[in-house]
């Protein structure tokens, strides 16, 4: 999910960063969403005209429309937001409770209370349910890939590990969930393999293998390839090229996801469009499955690392809001083409990008801000769809 040559800053920045006076009160504070008394009309999204919204029901003839749920909202201890995700979304996706580390912690062992009541979440809502992700370049427990002397394991104790994880993972859901996200980030912008520890083990055919394996696990459920800095002309051909292989040897693969953590100002807007329409080469779905737009800075000095810490100015939202529309025109255009937009989060206070790639950011990344109301970037998206 993260962009993981940025992991150099933490070093570098953290001590700096966490010595500077911090606005607003403390550093957690604007990161956290408020209680469920201070939430005001929290299901409910209307314009200044006094007209609401669902992005469900705006989007209903074009996609569907979804959200990465955490762990402490599906447990309960975040209630506050439950009513913002029944009444906007008719997707989920889960943050961490399906990814290896947390499912699979330890040989023999699963843990599936977290897991069991996400799917519960959303077959109660009839949600489109998203498993995320068997095959992870990150989150993997360093057991998977070492033997009882701490040396690599050999390919074909690998494979027998993945088949062991897909089979107990997807069989427990067969039926109640409704596609996987089977691997993620295996080809790098350049459009080469990157060198994961999967690839150095086994080889290039891990692709294959665990898409196989996921097919044998589940033959009616959906399997999506989920990828991150992919909208290069190398990268989408490379991926197209990999859906024709996957294909050509008798597996399946029924979509491709793109993850737009973007920013604001890049990609491009025509980066965009041209990587979705040359993925639709493949044959197969094109969908949009962790989106968020940071509006923080990288890669400058320590003091303008975390420049808004109290709230957004009102200049920012609007680039944010402008941005949020350009993008969803695209989406809009080639709905024949996109089946799904899944943002990473329900709204700004608990979004990844807070904290990272050092402590103490504040980022403002989606529609819903840390009262869960919506945002200017809201109903730039909504007036997409009425445009169009």
């Known amino acids: 999910m993260r962009n993981k040559s940025e992991y150099f800053l933490i070093v570098i920045l953290v001590f700096s960063l966490n010595m500077l006076p911090m606005a607003g009160g403390a550093a957690g504070e604007p990161n956290q969403a408020v209680a469920p008394s201070e939430a005001k009309n929290k299901s409910e999204c209307r314009s200044a005209d ?37 009444s906007q979304f008719n997707s989920i996706t889960p943050e961490n409770c399906l990814k290896w580390d947390s499912v699979h912690p330890k040989p023999n062992v699963y843990d599936f209370e977290q897991a069991d009541r996400f799917v519960a979440f959303g077959e109660k809502n009839k949600m489109f349910i998203i498993g995320h992700i068997l095959i992870d370049q990150e989150q993997v427990p360093d057991w998977v890939f070492k033997d009882a002397n701490g040396r690599n394991v050999d390919r074909e104790t690998l ?41 150095e083990i086994i080889g290039e055919d891990y692709v294959q293998k665990a898409f196989e394996y996921a097919h044998e696990a589940d033959p009616n459920v959906e399997l999506y390839y989920n990828g991150h800095d992919m909208l290069t002309k190398e990268a989408t051909d490379s991926i197209v090229r990999l859906v024709g292989d996957i294909k050509s040897k008798g597996g399946r693969i029924d979509g ?9 100002n890049t990609p491009s807007l025509d980066e965009v469009e041209n990587g979705i329409v040359n993925l639709t080469q493949s044959g197969v779905k094109v969908m949009i499955t962790e989106m968020d737009i940071t509006v923080l800075p990288r890669n400058v000095p320590p003091k303008e690392l975390n420049p808004y810490p109290g709230a957004l100015p009102a200049e920012v939202q609007e680039k944010l809001a402008k941005r949020y529309g350009e993008l969803f025109s695209i989406f809009h255009k080639h709905a024949d083409k996109i089946s799904r937009v899944n943002f990473w989060g329900v709204h700004d206070g608990q979004s990844w ?3 990272w790639p050092v ?12 009262k869960l109301q919506p945002k200017p970037a809201f109903f730039a998206v909504v007036k997409t769809a009425e445009q169009n």
């Open 50 to 86: 006094g007209n609401q919204y669902a992005l469900k029901d705006v989007f209903k003839k074009d996609f569907l429309i979804g959200a990465a749920v955490s762990s402490d909202q599906i447990s309960g201890k975040d209630t506050n937001v439950i009513a913002l995700i029944e």
């Open 159 to 199: 494979l027998n590990r993945i088949h062991e994880h897909i089979f107990k993972v997807m069989g427990r859901y067969k039926g109640k969930i409704n596609a996987w996200q089977v691997i993620n980030e295996p080809i790098g912008r350049d459009g080469r393999m990157r060198k994961t520890r999967w690839f």
């Open 256 to 264: 491709i996801g793109v993850q737009a953590h973007w920013k604001l």
């Open 353 to 355: 990008l807070n904290d």
């Open 359 to 370: 402590k103490g950011r504040t980022d403002y990344p989606l529609l819903f801000d840390r």
